[in-house]
C-alpha cells in the first residue's frame, strides 16, 4: 500500500533530498539544517500518515482493472486526468470573462462535458482571428502552414473577423490537440520497452503525426507548433526546429509532455524495486525521471523556463502523489507553496505564462485536492488558459484520486473511450508490469 510506511518514507525522502538540493543551489539554508528538516519530514509523514484518507478518497470509487491505490491504478488515474480535464475545459478556453461569460454562454457553470461554440462569430475577440497561420504569435493569415502543413482543413477559422472558438471542430468530450499529443506520448513510451524517452524518435512521430490529415481534430494549434514547422520549412534539420519567440513559448502548455515522461520514468524504476528510504538512492530516482522530463520539453520548443519548472516545482510535487501522498499535503510543502498562499480566495483567471498559471494550478490543487469531480469542475469553470492548465492539474489530480477514484461517467463520457482505455492499459503494462485484471460483469477501465 503506497499510503503506509514506506510510501510515507519514500515521499520524505523525495521532498527532504529536493529541498536539501534546491537550499543548496539558491543558498538559503545550510546543508547540514537541510538535513535535519529531512528527518524531521520523515517522522511528520509517518506521524499524519493514515488509513482513513485513503477510505476518503475512494469513498465513490468505481470499477478499476487495478487495485485501489496501487502505483498502477495511479498511473491509469493520472493519464485518465489528464484527459478528462483537457475535455471538461475546452469549452471555456480563454473565455478571460470567467464564470459570468460561461454561464452568458452555456446557461450555467459547466457540469459535464459540452460541445464548444461552433458557429462563426459565436466567440467575439478571438486571437485566432488574429493570430499569425506561420508563425508565433499575432500576425498575417496569408501563410499557409497552419491549413496545409498542420491543422489540416482548418485555416478558414483564423481568417480576421471570423471569430470562431479554438475547438470550434471539437465534439462534445473530444480531447483537443494538446490532448491527443499526450496521447501520442503514451502510445511513444508504452513503445519504447525497457527504455526511457528517445527525443529524435519521439520528433520524427512528432512530425508524422502533425503533417497527416485527420489525426486531430482541432482547430487551433499553440505558438510553438506554428514555430516548429515554420523552421522545418525553412529546411532546418529537426533538432533545430523548436524555437522561442520570447513570449508565447514559456507556457504551462510546456508541461503537458513532461508529465507524462515523467509518470512513464517514475513508475518504471518504482516498478523494478526503486523505492527506497535511502535518502541518495531516492534522489537519484528523483533526478533521473525529472532529466528526462526536461528533455521531452526540447523536443518542440526551446524553453529554459519551463525546464527549470519540471525541476524544481512540477516533479516533486508529481513524485509524491504518486507515492501516495494527498496532492494538498504535497502542495503545502512544496518551495512555492511553503512561500505563497495558496487555495484561498476566489479561483484566479488567468493567461498562459508560466508563473502565473502554475500559481493558479497550485491554487485549485491546494483548495480541491482530495475531489477529483470538484478540481476538474473548478479548473474548467474558471476559464482563461485552462485547457493546458488542466492536462496538468489533471495528472495531479488523477495520480491522487486512481483510477479508481474516478467516476465511471467521466472517462466513458471520452468520445474516443475505447482507443483511449487501451492505451493506457498498455502504458500501465509497459511502466509498472501490472496487466490489470478481468472483473466479471464490468467494463474494463
Not at 536539501?20 to 520523515?42: E, I, K, N, Q
Not at 480541491?368 to 478540481?375: C, D, Q, R, T, V
Request: hydrophobic letters at 35%; aromatic letters at 8%; a neutral charge.
Amino acid at each position: 500500500d503506497p499510503r503506509g510506511s514506506t510510501g510515507a518514507v519514500f515521499f520524505s525522502v523525495i521532498h527532504s533530498s529536493f529541498c536539501v538540493r534546491h537550499m543548496a543551489r539558491t543558498r538559503t539554508m545550510p546543508l547540514r539544517l537541510g538535513l535535519v528538516l529531512f528527518v524531521a519530514s520523515a517522522r511528520a509523514s509517518l506521524d499524519a500518515d493514515s488509513d482513513a484518507d485513503l477510505r476518503h478518497l475512494h469513498a465513490n470509487s468505481t470499477s478499476s482493472v487495478y487495485p485501489a491505490g496501487s502505483l498502477a491504478d495511479r498511473v491509469a488515474g493520472a493519464l485518465w486526468g489528464m484527459l478528462i480535464a483537457d475535455a471538461l475545459a475546452s469549452p471555456a478556453h480563454w473565455f478571460y470573462g470567467g464564470a459570468p461569460q460561461i454561464t452568458r454562454t452555456f446557461g450555467g457553470p459547466l457540469t459535464d462535458y459540452v460541445q464548444p461554440v461552433q458557429h462563426r462569430g459565436g466567440f467575439p475577440g478571438s486571437i485566432m482571428a488574429l493570430s499569425d497561420t506561420s508563425g508565433a504569435g499575432r500576425g498575417s493569415d496569408e501563410g499557409d502552414i497552419v491549413g496545409t502543413v498542420i491543422n489540416h482543413g482548418k485555416k478558414q477559422y483564423w481568417q480576421r473577423g471570423s471569430n470562431y472558438h479554438y475547438h470550434c471542430t471539437l465534439k462534445k468530450g473530444e480531447n483537443t490537440l494538446e490532448g491527443e499529443l499526450t496521447r501520442l506520448m503514451v502510445r511513444h513510451l508504452t513503445g519504447q520497452v525497457g527504455s526511457d524517452f528517445d527525443l529524435d524518435a519521439f520528433q520524427s512521430e512528432y512530425v508524422s503525426f502533425m503533417t497527416t490529415a485527420g489525426s486531430h481534430n482541432d482547430a487551433y494549434c499553440n505558438s510553438y507548433h506554428r514555430l516548429f514547422f515554420q523552421r522545418r520549412a525553412q529546411g532546418k534539420p529537426l533538432r533545430d526546429c523548436p524555437s522561442n519567440d520570447g513570449h508565447n513559448v514559456d507556457a504551462i502548455d510546456g508541461l503537458i509532455f513532461p508529465s507524462v515522461v515523467f509518470l512513464g520514468t517514475f513508475a518504471r524504476t518504482l516498478s523494478r524495486g526503486g523505492a527506497t528510504s535511502d535518502p541518495l538512492a531516492t534522489s537519484a530516482i528523483l533526478e533521473q525521471s525529472s532529466r528526462q522530463a526536461q528533455l521531452s520539453v526540447r523536443a518542440t520548443r526551446k524553453s529554459r523556463p519551463v525546464e527549470r519548472y519540471v525541476e524544481q516545482h512540477y516533479t516533486p510535487i508529481y513524485a509524491a502523489v504518486l507515492s501516495g501522498v494527498p496532492l494538498q499535503e504535497a502542495v503545502a510543502r512544496s518551495p512555492l507553496g511553503q512561500h505563497r498562499q495558496v487555495g484561498v480566495g476566489e479561483d484566479p483567471v488567468v493567461a498562459c505564462y508560466l508563473d502565473s498559471n502554475f500559481e493558479s494550478l497550485l491554487h485549485l490543487a491546494k483548495k480541491y485536492g482530495g475531489n477529483f469531480e470538484a478540481a476538474v469542475l473548478a479548473n474548467a469553470n474558471s476559464g482563461g488558459e485552462n485547457v493546458h492548465r488542466g492536462l496538468v492539474l489533471g495528472a495531479l489530480l488523477g495520480a491522487e484520486a486512481g483510477a479508481s477514484g474516478i467516476s465511471d461517467k467521466w472517462r466513458t463520457g471520452l468520445i474516443n473511450f475505447d482507443a483511449l482505455q487501451l492505451e493506457i492499459r498498455k502504458f500501465v503494462a509497459a511502466t509498472t508490469g501490472h496487466s490489470g485484471r478481468a472483473e466479471r460483469g464490468r467494463t474494463d477501465l
